[in-house]
C-alpha cells in the first residue's frame, strides 16, 4: 500500500477512532444524506420523465414494482449490513488486538459473493413466475402489461443490485463515507443519462427507466470494487477467502436476517397495500407514488444519518468505548430531530406547489396532498425508529434488530385492512402513520430491556469472539 493509501485508510480510521464526536459525524452522515438527497432527486425527477409520456398506467407500473426495490435492499442488506457492521465491530475490536483485522478478509468475501449468488437464485425465480408475480403484485388489466416489463427487467439485475447495496455498506464500514457517496452520485448521474436515452430518446418507457437503474448499479459497482482493491487494508472481494464457516455466518445473518425479514413484509404490505388502494382507482396510485417520491427527500436525509453513524457505534462498540458509543448515539439524536423538525415542515409548507410540478390532474393532486402529508408525519417517527435499529445493528443485537426490521411490516397489515374497512382511501393512507408511531415506542422500550446487554458486551472489550482459523 501507497503512502497517500495509507494515509486515506487512516484518516478514514481516525474518524471512527478518535475524532471529535461532531466532526466523525459529519464526515460520516454528511457525505451519506447528500448520496441519499441525490438519489432521492433522481427518484423524483425520474417519475417526472415516467410522468412526461402522459400515461397514467406507467406511473402505476412504477409503483406496483416498488416491492422488487425491498426485495434487493433485503438480499443486499444481509450480507452487506450484517457483514459491514461485522467488520466495523472487528476494526475497533483490532485495537486491543491487532489479529482481528486477518478476519474481515473472510467476511468481506463472503458478504459480496453471497448477494450475487443470492440475487442470481431469486432473480432466476422471479423470471420464471413473472406472470403469476406481476397479478400477485396487484397491477390491474390497464397496468399489467408495463408493470410486466419493468418488473422483468429488474429481476435480471437483481444480482447487480444486491451486490451494489451490499459493497456501498462495506465500503462505509471503514468509515470511507466519502467514498460511498462517491459511488452512489456516480450511479445516479448515470442513471439520469441512462433515463434520457431510454426514455424520452429511444421511448422504452418503465422498461428503459428499469434498464437505466441495473446499468447505473454497474458503475457504482466498477467504483466501489476498485477502490477497496487498491485502497482497504484488510479487505478483499477475491473468492479465495469465501467461507462458509459459523464464525463467519452467525454473527453476518444474525445482524442481516433482519433486513430479509424486512424486505419481506414490505413486499407483503406493498401488495396489500397496492390490491386495496386500486379499488380506488389509477389516480390514487399515481398520487400514491408521486407523494411518496416526494417524501423521500427529508426522509433520505433522515437516513443518511441513521446508517452513517452506523459504523461509527460498531467501532465505538467493538472497541469497548462506552464514553464514544454514548457520544455517538447522542449526538446522532440531536441531528435526526434537527432535520426531521427542519426539512419536514419545508416540504409541508410546499406541498401544493411541489405536488403540481408532477400532475395537472386535479385528482391525483388532491389525494395526493393527503398522502404527502401523512407521509412526512410517518417520517418523523421513523427516523428515531431507524436510529435505535442502527444501534441495534452495531452492538450485534440480533433479536432486537429482527423485532425492530419486522414490526412495521407485522403492525402495518392489519392496521391498513381495518382502516380500509373503517374509513376507506382515508385509512388507508393513514395506516403507515400509525404503524410508524408504534414502532418507535416499541423501539423505546426494547433500547431500554438491552441496555444491561448492551454495557456488558462494553465491558467485556469485544462482541464477538475471535474467529477460528482453524475452522476455515
Same mark, same amino acid.
Given at each position: 500500500?501507497?503512502?497517500?493509501?495509507?494515509?486515506?485508510?487512516?484518516?478514514?480510521?481516525?474518524?471512527?477512532?478518535?475524532?471529535?464526536?461532531?466532526?466523525?459525524?459529519?464526515?460520516?452522515?454528511?457525505?451519506?444524506?447528500?448520496?441519499?438527497?441525490?438519489?432521492?432527486?433522481?427518484?423524483?425527477? #425520474?417519475?417526472?420523465?415516467?410522468?412526461?409520456?402522459?400515461?397514467?398506467?406507467?406511473?402505476?407500473?412504477?409503483?406496483?414494482?416498488?416491492?422488487?426495490?425491498?426485495?434487493?435492499?433485503?438480499?443486499?442488506?444481509?450480507?452487506?449490513?450484517?457483514?459491514?457492521?461485522?467488520?466495523?465491530?472487528?476494526?475497533?475490536?483490532?485495537?486491543? &488486538?491487532?489479529?482481528?483485522?486477518?478476519?474481515?478478509?473472510?467476511?468481506?468475501?463472503?458478504?459480496?459473493?453471497?448477494?450475487?449468488?443470492?440475487?442470481?437464485?431469486?432473480?432466476?425465480?422471479?423470471?420464471?413466475?413473472?406472470?403469476?408475480?406481476?397479478?400477485?403484485?396487484?397491477? &390491474?388489466?390497464?397496468?399489467?402489461?408495463?408493470?410486466?416489463?419493468?418488473?422483468?427487467?429488474?429481476?435480471?439485475?437483481?444480482?447487480?443490485?444486491?451486490?451494489?447495496?451490499?459493497?456501498?455498506?462495506?465500503?462505509?464500514?471503514?468509515?470511507?463515507?466519502?467514498?460511498?457517496?462517491?459511488?452512489?452520485?456516480?450511479?445516479?448521474?448515470?442513471?439520469?443519462?441512462?433515463?434520457?436515452?431510454?426514455?424520452?430518446?429511444?421511448?422504452?418507457?418503465?422498461?428503459?427507466?428499469?434498464?437505466?437503474?441495473?446499468?447505473?448499479?454497474?458503475?457504482?459497482?466498477?467504483?466501489?470494487?476498485?477502490?477497496?482493491?487498491?485502497?482497504?487494508?484488510?479487505?478483499?472481494?477475491?473468492?479465495?477467502?469465501?467461507?462458509?464457516?459459523?464464525?463467519?455466518?452467525?454473527?453476518?445473518?444474525?445482524?442481516?436476517?433482519?433486513?430479509?425479514?424486512?424486505?419481506?413484509?414490505?413486499?407483503?404490505?406493498?401488495?396489500?397495500?397496492?390490491?386495496?388502494?386500486?379499488?380506488?382507482?389509477?389516480?390514487?396510485?399515481?398520487?400514491?407514488?408521486?407523494?411518496?417520491?416526494?417524501?423521500?427527500?427529508?426522509?433520505?436525509?433522515?437516513?443518511?444519518?441513521?446508517?452513517?453513524?452506523?459504523?461509527?457505534?460498531?467501532?465505538?462498540?467493538?472497541?469497548? &468505548?462506552?464514553?464514544?458509543?454514548?457520544?455517538?448515539?447522542?449526538?446522532?439524536?440531536?441531528?435526526?430531530?434537527?432535520?426531521?423538525?427542519?426539512?419536514?415542515?419545508?416540504?409541508?409548507?410546499?406541498?401544493?406547489?411541489?405536488?403540481?410540478?408532477?400532475?395537472?390532474?386535479?385528482?391525483?393532486?388532491?389525494?395526493?396532498?393527503?398522502?404527502?402529508?401523512?407521509?412526512?408525519?410517518?417520517?418523523?417517527? #421513523?427516523?428515531?425508529?431507524?436510529?435505535?435499529?442502527?444501534?441495534?445493528?452495531?452492538?450485534?443485537?440480533?433479536?432486537?434488530?429482527?423485532?425492530?426490521?419486522?414490526?412495521?411490516?407485522?403492525?402495518?397489515?392489519?392496521?391498513?385492512?381495518?382502516?380500509?374497512?373503517?374509513?376507506?382511501?382515508?385509512?388507508?393512507?393513514?395506516?403507515?402513520?400509525?404503524?410508524?408511531?408504534?414502532?418507535?415506542?416499541?423501539?423505546?422500550?426494547?433500547?431500554?430491556?438491552?441496555?444491561?446487554?448492551?454495557?456488558?458486551?462494553?465491558?467485556?472489550?469485544?462482541?464477538?469472539?475471535?474467529?477460528?482459523?482453524?475452522?476455515?
Amino acid at each position: 500500500m501507497s503512502t497517500v493509501q495509507a494515509d486515506a485508510v487512516g484518516t478514514n480510521r481516525w474518524y471512527l477512532s478518535t475524532a471529535p464526536i461532531a466532526r466523525a459525524l459529519v464526515h460520516l452522515c454528511v457525505p451519506m444524506a447528500a448520496a441519499m438527497v441525490v438519489s432521492a432527486f433522481y427518484n423524483v425527477v #425520474n417519475g417526472g420523465f415516467i410522468g412526461s409520456q402522459h400515461d397514467t398506467a406507467l406511473l402505476a407500473a412504477i409503483t406496483f414494482g416498488t416491492p422488487l426495490l425491498g426485495l434487493v435492499m433485503a438480499f443486499g442488506g444481509i450480507f452487506g449490513v450484517g457483514g459491514g457492521a461485522l467488520i466495523s465491530r472487528l476494526l475497533g475490536a483490532a485495537e486491543n &488486538d491487532p489479529a482481528r483485522a486477518g478476519e474481515i478478509k473472510h467476511v468481506s468475501s463472503f458478504a459480496v459473493w453471497g448477494s450475487v449468488i443470492a440475487g442470481a437464485v431469486v432473480g432466476g425465480a422471479g423470471l420464471l413466475l413473472l406472470h403469476p408475480l406481476v397479478t400477485l403484485l396487484g397491477a &390491474d388489466a390497464a397496468a399489467a402489461s408495463a408493470t410486466r416489463s419493468y418488473v422483468a427487467v429488474m429481476l435480471a439485475f437483481v444480482p447487480v443490485l444486491a451486490a451494489a447495496f451490499c459493497l456501498e455498506q462495506l465500503v462505509r464500514a471503514e468509515g470511507a463515507a466519502r467514498q460511498a457517496m462517491t459511488g452512489l452520485i456516480a450511479q445516479t448521474v448515470a442513471n439520469l443519462v441512462l433515463d434520457v436515452l431510454f426514455i424520452l430518446v429511444l421511448h422504452w418507457g418503465v422498461a428503459g427507466a428499469a434498464l437505466a437503474i441495473g446499468l447505473a448499479n454497474v458503475v457504482s459497482i466498477a467504483y466501489w470494487a476498485a477502490w477497496l482493491q487498491r485502497r482497504s487494508e484488510h479487505m478483499s472481494l477475491a473468492p479465495r477467502w469465501f467461507t462458509l464457516r459459523p464464525a463467519v455466518l452467525k454473527p453476518v445473518f444474525g445482524v442481516g436476517a433482519g433486513q430479509l425479514f424486512q424486505a419481506a413484509f414490505l413486499i407483503v404490505t406493498s401488495l396489500v397495500l397496492n390490491n386495496l388502494a386500486a379499488a380506488y382507482g389509477d389516480s390514487a396510485l399515481a398520487a400514491m407514488g408521486v407523494a411518496v417520491r416526494i417524501a423521500q427527500v427529508p426522509e433520505f436525509l433522515v437516513m443518511g444519518v441513521t446508517i452513517g453513524v452506523l459504523p461509527l457505534l460498531a467501532y465505538a462498540y467493538g472497541k469497548g &468505548d462506552r464514553a464514544r458509543l454514548a457520544a455517538a448515539l447522542r449526538g446522532s439524536t440531536i441531528a435526526v430531530g434537527a432535520v426531521v423538525l427542519l426539512f419536514s415542515t419545508t416540504v409541508f409548507l410546499l406541498r401544493h406547489q411541489v405536488l403540481a410540478a408532477f400532475s395537472a390532474d386535479h385528482s391525483v393532486l388532491t389525494v395526493g396532498v393527503t398522502i404527502l402529508t401523512a407521509q412526512l408525519t410517518a417520517m418523523i417517527a #421513523n427516523g428515531f425508529t431507524g436510529l435505535i435499529t442502527s444501534l441495534f445493528q452495531a452492538t450485534g443485537r440480533a433479536l432486537p434488530a429482527t423485532v425492530m426490521s419486522t414490526a412495521q411490516g407485522v403492525l402495518f397489515i392489519p392496521v391498513v385492512i381495518l382502516g380500509n374497512l373503517w374509513f376507506g382511501l382515508t385509512g388507508i393512507i393513514w395506516a403507515l402513520t400509525l404503524t410508524e408511531i408504534t414502532v418507535l415506542l416499541t423501539g423505546v422500550v426494547l433500547l431500554l430491556a438491552s441496555r444491561r446487554s448492551i454495557a456488558r458486551g462494553l465491558g467485556e472489550g469485544t462482541p464477538e469472539r475471535a474467529l477460528d482459523m482453524a475452522d476455515a
